[in-house]
């Protein structure tokens, strides 16, 4: 079972910040924070991971709780071209599989 | 710009038919996974490899398929005989172990299978 809570969907405006949060409040230690994304009709594409620390990359920026039970990703200036299903995945180090649940269905609004 | 590609990219066949599906990874990467995604049950993780040897193969049925990786530059995903319930999208994706597990998994663009 994925270990992660997403919202089904949710909109943003071209142009603007997509905020897409996850809440993961049973991670362990050394479990890692992964996004991928699936455009339609495309397989899943790695976006970013992190650990405890924010990260970003040319992609998105990864903010993670000091907690680690929740974390945000950012696309800080949305296209139409980044609507998709992301997916938000915790995943422990040494481990290969990925356990993918529903993610958010995000929608950029012209 | 290094890419999985699958073949065939739409397969539609008839119950009982032997399906063939393949998927040659990025050059140099030693993880292949096999995945497949229905609206039902989303993506699930069927099978995978490490320089061609499987690791894990607890999400395929077994009666009914196989996966193999005859050389490093072509992973095989076989079902026979097909049946409707089959009828999904199938992802290959392949990795580079990074010490202890791989890191970053690259999809293939998939092949879509509708059995009759």
């Known amino acids: 079972d994925a270990k992660t809570t997403q919202p089904p969907s949710m909109d943003c405006a071209e142009g603007r910040a997509a905020n897409l949060p996850c809440n993961h409040s049973?991670?362990?230690?050394?479990?890692?924070v992964y996004w991928y994304r699936q455009i339609h009709s495309q397989g899943p594409q790695y976006i970013i991971h992190?650990?405890?620390n924010n990260e970003t990359n040319e992609m998105a920026s990864l903010i993670i709780t000091e907690d680690r039970k929740s974390s945000t990703l950012i696309l800080p200036h949305a296209t139409l071209r980044d609507t998709a299903v992301y997916y938000c995945?915790?995943?422990?180090?040494?481990?290969?599989?990925?356990?993918f649940g529903k993610g958010t269905r995000l929608h950029i609004l012209p | 710009d290094a890419r999985v590609t699958q073949t065939p990219r739409h397969k539609v066949t008839e119950m009982g038919q032997e399906v063939t599906m393949r998927c040659q990874p990025i050059?140099?990467?030693?993880?292949v996974f096999w995945y497949r995604q229905t609206m039902m049950q989303g993506l699930e993780l069927l099978a995978y490899?490490?320089?061609?040897?499987?690791?894990?193969d607890s999400g395929m049925p077994k009666d009914r398929f196989s996966a193999e990786m005859p050389d490093a530059t072509l992973a095989t995903l076989k079902i026979q005989p097909s049946e409707p319930r089959d009828s999904a999208v199938y992802f290959c994706?392949?990795?580079?172990?990074?010490?202890?597990?791989?890191?970053?998994?690259?999809f293939g663009p998939g092949t879509r299978l509708t059995v009759l």
């Open positions: 490899f490490r320089n061609r040897a499987p690791l894990d």
């Open positions: 050059l140099g990467h030693n993880t």
């Open positions: 994706a392949s990795g580079i172990e990074d010490s202890a597990s791989t890191d970053t998994q690259y």
């Open positions: 049973t991670i362990s230690g050394n479990e890692y």
């Open positions: 992190g650990l405890k």
């Open positions: 995945i915790v995943r422990p180090h040494g481990d290969d599989k990925i356990i």
